[in-house]
Structures are given as structure tokens and as C-alpha cells.
């Protein structure tokens, strides 16, 4: 039965490579509609066998005879070593939904540091488990000022180097005197390094990786001098909906977060689930009652073939929900590189953004004005790394 149950995992990775989701998600819940045997493969007669290269999206690139994007180098941090139980070959399938990007990725060093920086790695450990993480300090931190503190969240495949290097957040920390975060999912815990937001053990506070994320946050804020109302948290794809787990969970912990290509806190509960809430959207939890609305701003290009556009207005109805009625104003524009978006930015009684959305015209799985020298950037788009900034830094936590 265990054979069994591995080959459909192996047949169910196949067709999620070959963008056959539906097919693959009938096949995880036991359906059998072509009347073939569960587990066989189901290739139209004369087609050619899957080449097990690397799908990075459920579309090829946009320009005529432009290459699959590469996926990250082998993180020197992770383990090597795959949990071979169900659950996590259940989560490499849903894991090969990766970014993809219109630049292959660079260097695996991560980015530059300027004199007087330090980009160091730490060790986080608690009853909840251990993690890694990288901590950019730029060179005017003089350690006594209280700084704001953003955590980035890496998506699939990627490493915090390799996220740093495109989301060019340490290159702002320098400009703007703020420390970043960066948290490192092994593979010991995902096979693809993907953070594990569809298990409900993650959607809680205070157990799985929202309590080592959480974690990692305080142990930064113990050790440098953080002001605790200017805390920030922000992911891509698989990061993203963890950030948006994390502003549902730890509204006294967070004063503002940035999901880019996610997905809102509870939108999947198992696999199944989860390839239903990526291909059409899902069903949200509820909003944390009683507790503070935390300010949120999205990117989601619309023509992502991985997580559905949908998704987008989740995570924003998801954060709208404990809110006041607001004022809501929609902005259009174009950047030098002729991508066109589209920013709805919604505004409580004071006039303040609480919400943005922002809409990439044409845009797929990408870090929208991201850097080519990290994976699953496109350069053309806004750069939702410094539009971040700016609306992370506008807002203060009142719980801190």
C-alpha cells in the first residue's frame, strides 16, 4: 500500500510539472475519472513522456524562444536529507509550484556588503524547533538607536542570499538605517525550502513556524536595538502567505505586512486544498476578532500561472475584514520599461493608507522590480521592494 501510495506522489508530480493541476489534484483525492487505474500514467496515446526537467510556472515565458528560468544553486545550509513520510512527499508536490522569473539567477553569495555592514548568520532554537536565518545590519546602525526591523520570508527553492540579492531590501536598509531578518527554511523541513503555509499546525500562534518565526523576530529585537512599534514582515509566494499568516496571528508583534504572489491565512488546510486554492483561490479563515487591523499591501501580477491573481483579493478581504469602513482610490501608471499596474489604495477616517494593492499588468511569479542577480525577479515591473518600504514605514504598532 505504502508503493502504492508513492507511485501516485510520483505520477501526481508529474502531471503538476506538465500543468495538468486538476488532474493531479483528482488523482491525491483518490478520483479515477478516465476510468485508468489510480497511479498509471495518463498521456493521451503518441505523447511525449515528460522530460523532468524543471517547471518553474504552468506557463512558458512570455518572449519568443526566452529560456525556463534556472532554479537556485544548492543552499550549502540546508539539509541534504529528505523526510521520505507521506507528508513530505505529499509537500514536494505541491512544492514543485514554483516562481518563476524572466532573468536566471546569479551568484549564490547573496548580495554585495558595503564597508561597515555585516549580512551574519544566526541560529534561532526554541520547544518549537530550530532555524537559521541571515541579519543585514547596515554600517550607520550604531547600536544604541532604536531601528525598525523588516523580516523577509524567501519563496521556493530560495535561500536568504538569493532573496536578498533580488529583492535589493539590504541595498534600502542601507539608505533607510533598518536592520533585515531573513529566516532559512531547510530542507529538512521542505524539500523545496518551501515554507509549509498550508498546514494548520503553521496557522496558529505560537506553534510550528509562525512560533519560529515569531521566534527569530524577538531573539533580533533582544540582541540589537529594535523599536517594537516599527516591525515589519513580508514573503514571496510560499513567504508571502506565511507573511500573511503572521499578520493574523501576531497583530501585537507585526505594525504592518507585504504579501507578494500569496495567498491569505487559513486559504488551504492539506494538499488538496492548497493546489485548489493556488489554481482558483481558497476559502479564508476568518480575521482575528478582537484584536488590531494590520495594514497590508499586496502585489500579484495578473498573469500568474501559479498562484491565482484571486488570491490576491483574499489576503486584502482577509485584512479588510476587522476594518473600519475606508475611502478606496484607484491609481494607474506605467514604469519606464512599459509595464502598466494598477494600485487600489484604500484610507481610514485620518487619511492614512491602510491597504494597497497592486496589480502588475502582464505580470507572472516574480518579485515585481526585483534585481536579476537573485531568482524570480522581473525588472520591469514596480519595485514592490521600496513600495513596501514606504508603506511599512508609514505605520506604528500601537500593541507593541
Known amino acids: 500500500m505504502i508503493a502504492f501510495n508513492m507511485q501516485k506522489m510520483i505520477e501526481a508530480t508529474r502531471l503538476t510539472r506538465a500543468g495538468r493541476l486538476a488532474e493531479a489534484t483528482a488523482l491525491l483525492r483518490g478520483d479515477n475519472p478516465t476510468g485508468t487505474r489510480a497511479g498509471m500514467r ?6 511525449a513522456p515528460d522530460s523532468g526537467g524543471p517547471v518553474i510556472d504552468m506557463a512558458p515565458p512570455a518572449a519568443p524562444g526566452a529560456a525556463w528560468s534556472k532554479p537556485a544553486q544548492p543552499d550549502k545550509h540546508s539539509d541534504t536529507g529528505l523526510d521520505i513520510k507521506m507528508p513530505a512527499v505529499a509537500r514536494d508536490l505541491l512544492d514543485k509550484l514554483r516562481p518563476k522569473t524572466r532573468k536566471t539567477r546569479g551568484t549564490p ?21 530550530e532555524r537559521d536565518y541571515k541579519l543585514y545590519i547596515p554600517a550607520g546602525y550604531d547600536g544604541r538607536t532604536p531601528v525598525p526591523l523588516i523580516v523577509m520570508l524567501h519563496g521556493c527553492t530560495q535561500t536568504p542570499e538569493d532573496f536578498a540579492a533580488g529583492t535589493r531590501m539590504n541595498a534600502i536598509a542601507e539608505e ?9 527554511q531547510p530542507r529538512s523541513a521542505n524539500p523545496q525550502k518551501c515554507w509549509n503555509w498550508f498546514a494548520t499546525e503553521n496557522q496558529q500562534r505560537d506553534t510550528g513556524e509562525a512560533a519560529l518565526i515569531a521566534g527569530i ?3 533580533v529585537m533582544r540582541d540589537h536595538a529594535i523599536d517594537p512599534a516599527r516591525i515589519y514582515i513580508a514573503g514571496l509566494s510560499a513567504g508571502g502567505a506565511a507573511a500573511a499568516i503572521m499578520g493574523a496571528t501576531y497583530p501585537d508583534l507585526y505594525a504592518a505586512i507585504g504579501s507578494h504572489s500569496g495567498l491569505a491565512c487559513g486559504a488551504a488546510r492539506d494538499v488538496p486544498s492548497a493546489f485548489a486554492a493556488m ?3 481558497g476559502t479564508p479563515g476568518p480575521a ?3 484584536q488590531r487591523s494590520v495594514p497590508t499591501i499586496v502585489f500579484h501580477g495578473d498573469s500568474d500561472k501559479t498562484v491565482h ?13 476587522p476594518m473600519a469602513p475606508l ?9 519606464p520599461d512599459g509595464t502598466a499596474f494598477t494600485r487600489v489604495v484604500e484610507s481610514d477616517g485620518t487619511g492614512t493608507a491602510v491597504l494597497e494593492q497592486w496589480t502588475i499588468h502582464g505580470g507572472g511569479h516574480a518579485w515585481s522590480g526585483g534585481d536579476a542577480a537573485g531568482s524570480y525577479t522581473d525588472a520591469a515591473g514596480p519595485d514592490a521592494s521600496r513600495e513596501m518600504v514606504r508603506f511599512f514605514l508609514a505605520h506604528t504598532n500601537p500593541a507593541a
Do not use: C, I, W
Open 109 to 129: 553569495g547573496g548580495p554585495a556588503v558595503p564597508a561597515g555592514a555585516r549580512f551574519d548568520d544566526h541560529v534561532y532554537a526554541s520547544a518549537a524547533g
Open 309 to 321: 491573481p484571486v488570491n490576491s483579493d483574499q489576503v486584502m478581504s482577509q485584512s479588510r475584514e
Open 176 to 184: 533607510q538605517g533598518f536592520l533585515v531578518a531573513y529566516p532559512r
Open 42 to 47: 495518463t498521456d493521451p496515446p503518441g505523447s
Open 217 to 219: 523576530t524577538r531573539q
Open 327 to 335: 475611502k478606496s482610490e484607484t491609481l494607474t501608471g506605467t514604469t
Open 288 to 290: 482575528q476578532t478582537g
Open 279 to 281: 489554481r482558483q483561490g
